[in-house]
């Protein structure tokens, strides 16, 4: 009896050996051996003081954009979630998608939240937000996406190399990946493209934020390129409201600073941090929200600025009676299918390959996902793109650290419903094919759905998120051209809420630009 005591006191000592050895091996190779910026959780350090521009959020977007900033000036990054720049969960690849699975109110670095829709879901909630827990796979926008929404083409280039040549790796093709990409070619998803970033039809390997050694580069690795001291990080903190005043015209607002308290709720204190103030207005900064596609919309709700019907039911005075906040959710509906089965131990895999359809409406790839410590399964997963259904995103509440209420109506719309049926149809011709099947052998699991009726039931029963979601705060319905807030002077939103639709394969590589492209923006604009 005493043995296996023994047997299990001697592995829990190598298990913290082996996570304390872990950190020390993090902690000495910080991103490049370069210094951080100061981050700091005290919200005392920060309160009541002012900078030049105050980014909120400090995920795909806003790191990139604080630190292009920082280049000319004082920038506090506020962000809800803790530092990711030592946490082996979140910079080993061979530990990825743990962090998903350990989930909690206030402190995990995934928030999951349920749609009104029934289906679960995930946001960051850490510094490098989302891209700190994501799938890593980096491909851009094509030509026709940055041609609609009007941005400029150089400087679109210039920020996606920005970006590209600090935190973006050409894989090295894992046995599984090269299996997928077989099995997309004979499914009949051609030509085969080879690497590429572009967004293409036809079999590519894309780009990735995992390196060659499997560490895991965040948007917050991407602050190390701006001018440290001009930046401030306040991590831990949750951004409740921002601070608008009326100006001499009755009509006209303007922000002046945010409102924040503890992540961890510990005390009700209510903080501020304001703006820089100057004489002439026009070489003022911004609040810049950069909360992603639930927080920034939030924000604005809880600043008081929507719909006046429904900041009434929540006693938020109104500010401004901009209708379209919260409007225009969506998330692009996904649908997978275990190829494997039955669990086993595998090392988790990131998705490298996708398969890109002739009318960009399908995109499949393939992972190996943990579904706990010690068991992971094999789906081969795909997303319907550009959906027609869309959404509404409200507050449930008015503690800002909670999820809003938010509905995405997945395959609401008729036409979804019949791409889905198309993309289940071509699911099972890559689940069914040779290459799979000479690679899992007697493992593999056999999919027999057949008939149109039987997939559509399959696709309502089965519908998930592909964690793609966007809206809110859109681009001429909520802020102008320039991000920036309609009726609301030196207020902008820089994030996943103002896209009415996902760029290119997957967002985060855009988001990691606009940040960058924004950024680089306001630099010159404040040349002027
Ligand atoms: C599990 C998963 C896998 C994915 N895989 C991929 C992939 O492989 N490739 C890809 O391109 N995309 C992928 N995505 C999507 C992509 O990561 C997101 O669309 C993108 O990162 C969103 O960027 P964002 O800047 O809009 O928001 P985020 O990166 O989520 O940043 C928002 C930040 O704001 C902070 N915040 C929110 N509210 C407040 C507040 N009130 N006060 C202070 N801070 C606040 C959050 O903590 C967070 O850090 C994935 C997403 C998930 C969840």
New binding site residues.
Partial sequence: MELPKIVHGYMLLIAVIFLLLNLFVFSSSLPQGKPLPHMTSDVEEVSGKSFDYIV???????CPLAATLSERFSVLL????GSSFENPFILEKKYY?FS?LQTDEHTSL??SFISKDGIS???????????????????RASQDFVKKVGWNNELVKNAYEWVESRIVFKPELTPWQTVAEFSFLEAGILPYNGFSLEHIKGTKLGGS?FDECGKRHT?ADLLLAGNLNNITVLLN????SVIIHNTGNRTEKIAQGIR?IK?DGSSLEIYEAYLNQQENSSLRGDVIL???????P??LL?SGIGSYRHLKNFNIPLVLNLKKVGHGMKDEPGIALLVDSKPKNRQPD??QVVGITDDFKIII?AGILPISFNATRMPIAAKLALPASKGRLKLNNTD??QNPWVKFNYLAKEEDCEECVKLVELLERVARSESIALFLGAERKNHVLSGEEEMRKFCKENVR??????GGCIVGSVVDDDYKVYGVRGLRV????TFEE?P?????????M??RYQGVKILKEREK
């Fill in positions: 909120v959020g400090g995920g795909t977007a806003g506020v962000e809800r979630g998608g998903l995934a928030q879901n995930l946001r960051g909630r850490v510094l490098g937000g989302s891209s700190a827990m994501n799938g890593g796979f980096y491909s934020i948007s903190a949750t951004v409740k924040f992540s950069a909360a992603g596609a639930l927080g920034s939030q924000i809880l990131t998705p790839e800002p650290r998120t592909f964690y793609h979601f966007h820089v994030d996943g809420s996902s290119g394969t997957n967002p985060m590589a855009t988001l990691l606009l940040g």
